[in-house]
């Protein structure tokens, strides 16, 4: 006989916390791995020590924070709804049943007027980092380097025109140092000093975020965007670094000074490192090789010329540093530029006789001029290391890295949109995205290795005989 369901929701039942978590949930994984506790030490100086009402525990705020990000939460209100429903999140937080959840607006209060301004997002991304490196799971052989964009919170068709100043170019001290240089030892004259003069461009603005910018790339969308610029390290996939630029901004042009401060923030010396096509410019192959590290970059499309004879057609000789041109006339060193590039001049008296000078050049002057930078060693070197068969392996890498961190952090951290306006809030944002990523890492990889019956320490002393060893079969190799 077909009966009614009695109701159970008023029923008193004897049960803990511990029996309505699952044991392989990811929450007992991340409580198993990480230790939250540094936080409290990191933002003790933003709290008053004997005035004004308690607050929130500063460890409970930043892990209902972190929790957001590990399970792609985007908004406050929503991650304090779920908290108030989910069994395994009030587990994680140390909360009761019963316990009251915080209110989303204490959230978004402390983030916007305790936090704000300050490096508290930075320094828990670097904890979280020096943890993995603590359990072995940071090689520091091979770095990996890319940029993904974020949408930002404004309509693209909501801008207006202002004349903005162009971004000084990267490494100019170390080029303009080499161009003096390279003058001197030709027995050219130095350059006037130039006045000092800030170029400017037409450039739109957002009226909504002005801080962020106006990407138009190729197979990219159209739009305003932030670029979040990260390093990862080749061994587990860990985020060693994340830097964030409006979308408007070259790749390579803030690569070499993060990269020195990842090096020397977790001490890292690495092998080589693995970056696009974006990156491959004659100053940041150049600036690698005086750092002793290999650079790996992507295949880059020369530019092309109307002209038949291409720049690949003349034949350079580094012993008397001359370009022969294909019809054998030689053509000589005659200045270094301002940009770094030396000059090979060909004689117009031979070129006005020459039968394919219009397949040759469109000169009015019937010359011939051919550049080369002064990095250009360093960029055929990296040409070769990319056709190396360790290059091979380490570009391979690279999907499998730093992109396989973009694809997840889009998918399942979203991270598709800027969630707040500005570069210091977006800046924020890719911290916790990153730390978060690194928790449930460093949370799977961990939960892996014991599942499989090791010992951490045997581990890290497993790790730390297989580092070595790879330095060494990479130097025999190369």
């Known amino acids: 006989m077909l009966q009614e369901p009695s109701p159970h929701q008023y029923e008193l039942e004897m049960v803990t916390m511990e029996q309505l978590v699952p044991k392989d949930h990811l929450v007992r994984k991340i409580d198993r791995a990480i230790d939250f506790e540094f936080i409290r030490d990191e933002v003790a100086h933003l709290y008053c020590k004997d005035n004004g009402r308690p607050p929130i525990d500063p460890v409970r705020l930043f892990k209902i924070i972190l929790l957001g990000y590990i399970f792609g939460i985007k908004s406050e209100r929503q991650l304090v709804k779920e908290i108030e429903v989910n069994v395994a999140y009030r587990w994680f937080l140390r909360m009761s049943l019963t316990e009251k959840v915080i209110h989303a607006s204490t959230l978004s209060q402390n983030r916007i007027r305790r936090f704000n301004g300050t490096d508290v997002f930075e320094r828990i991304f670097n904890h979280v980092v020096v943890q993995a490196m603590e359990k072995g799971l940071v090689a520091g052989q091979e770095l990996y380097t890319d940029s993904t964009h974020l949408k930002a919170s404004a309509n693209k068709n909501k801008h207006v025109n202002k004349l903005r100043p162009v971004s000084a170019g ?186 394919v000078r219009n397949d040759c050049t469109q000169s009015k002057t019937m010359q011939k001029v051919i550049t080369r930078h002064l990095y250009t060693d360093a960029v055929e070197r990296a040409n070769e290391m990319r056709l190396s068969r360790y290059g091979k392996k380490i570009y391979k890498r690279r999907s499998e890295t730093v992109e396989r961190s973009f694809a997840d952090a889009k998918q399942h951290h979203g991270h598709r949109y800027a969630r707040f306006r500005g570069l210091a809030n977006v800046q924020m944002q890719c911290w916790l995205a990153a730390a978060a990523q690194n928790i449930k890492k460093i949370a799977l990889v961990v939960s892996y290795l014991r599942k499989c019956g090791f010992n951490m320490a045997d581990i890290r002393q497993i790790l730390a005989s297989i580092r070595q060893f790879g330095r060494w079969s990479v130097a025999t190799t190369l």
């Not at 050219?188 to 003069?197: C, S």
């Not at 790339?217 to 670029?227: T, V």
């Not at 696009?276 to 530019?303: K, N, Q």
């Open 170 to 355: 990267a490494y100019l001290e170390m080029l303009d140092e080499d161009i003096v240089s390279d003058r001197k030892a030709e027995g050219k004259k130095p350059f006037k000093d130039a006045p000092l003069k800030t170029d400017v461009k037409n450039t739109k603005v957002s009226t909504t975020d002005p801080e962020s910018g106006f990407m138009t790339r190729d197979n990219k969308p159209q739009g305003f965007f932030y670029l979040d610029h990260r390093t990862v390290d080749g061994k587990h996939g860990i985020i060693v670094d994340t830097y964030t630029t409006p979308g408007n901004v070259n790749d390579s042009q803030p690569y070499i000074r993060r990269l020195d401060h990842t090096l020397a923030q977790f001490n890292l010396n690495p092998i080589a490192v693995g970056i696009d096509a974006g990156y491959f410019t004659a100053p940041v192959a150049e600036s690698l090789e005086r750092r002793s590290i290999l650079g790996v970059f992507g295949y880059r499309r020369p530019s092309r010329t109307k002209n038949t004879f291409k720049k690949k057609h003349f034949t350079y000789d580094k012993k008397t540093d001359t370009y022969r041109c294909p019809k054998g006339q030689t053509l000589i060193y005659k200045t270094t530029t301002r940009a770094g590039y030396r000059t090979y001049h060909s004689d117009p008296k031979q070129c006005a006789f020459c039968p």
